[in-house]
């Protein structure tokens, strides 16, 4: 029993309180659709970063996803980032090296770009990028890796910023792409949505939430009501998830 154990490739996702978590019923399901019964997926729910440790420690691990709120934490433990996580200051992904390094990679940028350009006819001129937090800058990298220019929606006033109290018809026409990249609508707080103008929004706009659960966020039921084009984060979750697989794997 042991040694069956032990031959076991296991794979998990660092968080805080991540019971929830797309990552783990994701691989679960892939490992059986693909018959991989030597590889495992589990969450490591960790109440400080500093308890990563523990888990690089162990038997067998041999990938990592890192999830809120350690996105950044994460980044002292590791040997080496890739461009992107470098660049965006945000690891979700951990590779283990043969050499016994450890890097940090980041797949939100692969999984969201892919999905959004799925949905997109021609790419907007502006867009507007609601949050700040890790996934606002994955979101950032890929609007400057398409050249759309971009302005962080936030209640603070920081560079390259707009504060919600100033959007008006105006800005909302100008910004055909607009993302939600804060936590504003997740469940159980459904009823909840950001505060934009939403009267504004045409059938030329594009609204992308990073959510998934719910489906259809109150956000995106705002732009649905009014003909714009919606995406959920599912595909992105998805996309990512894959990506990792093959850092993993390489």
């Known amino acids: ?17 991540i019971a929830y978590s797309f990552s783990r019923g994701y691989f679960k399901q892939k490992f059986k659709t693909e018959n991989l019964h030597d590889c495992s997926y589990e969450n490591f729910d960790l109440k400080q970063i500093e308890e990563v440790k523990n888990v690089f420690a162990q038997n067998n691990i041999c990938g990592l996803n890192v999830t809120t709120p350690y996105k950044r934490e994460i980044i002292p433990f590791l040997d080496q980032l890739s461009t992107a996580a470098e660049e965006i200051n945000s690891v979700n992904t951990i590779k283990f090296h043969q050499d016994g390094s450890i890097s940090g990679h980041n ?12 949905i997109i006819n021609k790419t907007p001129k502006k867009a507007l990028i609601l949050g700040t937090g890790g996934a606002a800058s994955a979101v950032a990298y890929v609007m400057r890796k398409l050249k759309i220019g971009f302005s962080y929606i936030s209640r603070r006033v ?3 910023s707009i504060n919600y109290e100033a959007l008006d018809e105006t800005v909302i026409k100008e910004h055909q792409l607009i993302i939600n990249a804060s936590p504003v609508g997740t469940f159980p707080n459904i009823d909840q949505a950001p505060d934009l103008p939403y009267t504004f929004l045409s059938l030329d706009h594009v609204l992308y939430d990073l959510i998934y659960n719910p ?3 109150r956000f995106l039921k705002e732009g649905k009501t009014r003909g714009c084009k919606i995406l959920n ?9 894959e990506k990792s697989w093959d850092i993993w794997n390489q």
């Not at 069956?4 to 998990?12: A, H, L, Q, T």
């Not at 797949?107 to 799925?118: A, C, I, Q, W, Y």
């Not at 984060?233 to 998830?241: D, H, I, N, V």
């Open 233 to 241: 984060g599912q595909k992105m979750l998805e996309y990512q998830a």
């Open 215 to 217: 489906p259809e966020t």
């Open 107 to 118: 797949t939100d940028v692969h999984g969201f770009e892919k999905s959004l350009l799925e």
């Open 1 to 17: 029993m042991e040694s069956k154990k032990s031959n076991i490739k296991r794979y998990g996702l660092i968080g805080r309180n």
């Open 158 to 160: 920081e560079e390259n």
